[in-house]
T-cell receptor
Framework: EAGVTQFPSHSVIEKGQTVTLRCDPI?????LYWYRRVMGKEIKFLLH????????ESGMPNNRFLAERTGGTYSTLKVQPAELEDSGVYFC????????????FGSGTQLSVL | GDSVTQMEGPVTLSEEAFLTINCTYT??????LFWYVQYPGEGLQLLLK?????DKGSNKGFEATYRKETTSFHLEKGSVQVSDSAVYFC????????????FGGGTRVLVKP
């Protein structure tokens, strides 16, 4: 069974450009989460989808970040325009049910904004 | 709000040495506690967990005990291997933040042969 996959694994862009990160959760997992780790600090929650609906987006830093999950399958996280402080590792995770505490994480996208 | 504090790394030690990574937390209610590990080039993996006070989570020779009185969940392994080199994250879930995981800053461990 395929795990959570994220694309790209690395992205280097200039300040002001747009970047779109993609996450493919494990098939059948209704719950999809985005987290990020900035500057080697703690990993912080960004948002949570249940199927195609945003259940909790309290961690989204500002309106430059837009997350979507079309059809309740894969998800994209777009940063537009990117700023220097957006650099970090963006993780995606999925789980079959909210009360199932095990989250399956992808290997992350390393984003560098220059 | 909820928070997790863990010792900063990097921690460098020799093979077969004893490893301890301290983790303390602040949370309302009765959260579940976790240790996640990230091996080089891979995603986060759940290493072990404990869901209530005095529970001990264990896996791959690692252990951690949920200590409510000291709000701690220290990770230990009696004899580390080179393959244990990774970044370890302490986390909680089920406090004020609900189902969201709240992570510590991560501790990089390097085991030398």
């Amino acid at each position: 069974e395929a795990g959570v996959t994220q694309f790209p694994s690395h992205s280097v862009i200039e300040k002001g450009q747009t970047v779109t990160l993609r996450c493919d959760p494990i098939s059948g997992h209704d719950n999809l989460y985005w987290y990020r780790r900035v500057m080697g600090k703690e990993i912080k929650f960004l948002l949570h989808f249940v199927k195609e609906s945003k259940q909790d987006e309290s961690g989204m830093p500002n309106n430059r970040f837009l997350a979507e999950r079309t059809g309740g399958t894969y998800s994209t996280l777009k940063v537009q325009p990117a700023e220097l402080e957006d650099s970090g590792v963006y993780f995606c995770a999925s789980s079959p049910g909210v009360r199932n505490e095990k989250l399956f994480f992808g290997s992350g996208t390393q984003l560098s904004v220059l | 709000g909820d928070s997790v504090t863990q010792m900063e790394g990097p921690v460098t030690l020799s093979e077969e040495a004893f490893l301890t990574i301290n983790c303390t937390y602040t949370a309302t209610g009765y959260p579940s506690l976790f240790w996640y590990v990230q091996y080089p080039g891979e995603g986060l993996q759940l290493l072990l967990k404990a869901t209530k006070a005095d529970d001990k989570g264990s896996n791959k020779g690692f252990e951690a005990t949920y200590r409510k009185e000291t709000t701690s969940f220290h990770l230990e392994k009696g004899s580390v291997q080179v393959s244990d080199s990774a970044v370890y994250f302490c986390a909680l879930r089920g406090g004020a933040a609900g189902n969201k995981l709240t992570f510590g800053g991560g501790t990089r461990v390097l085991v030398k042969p």
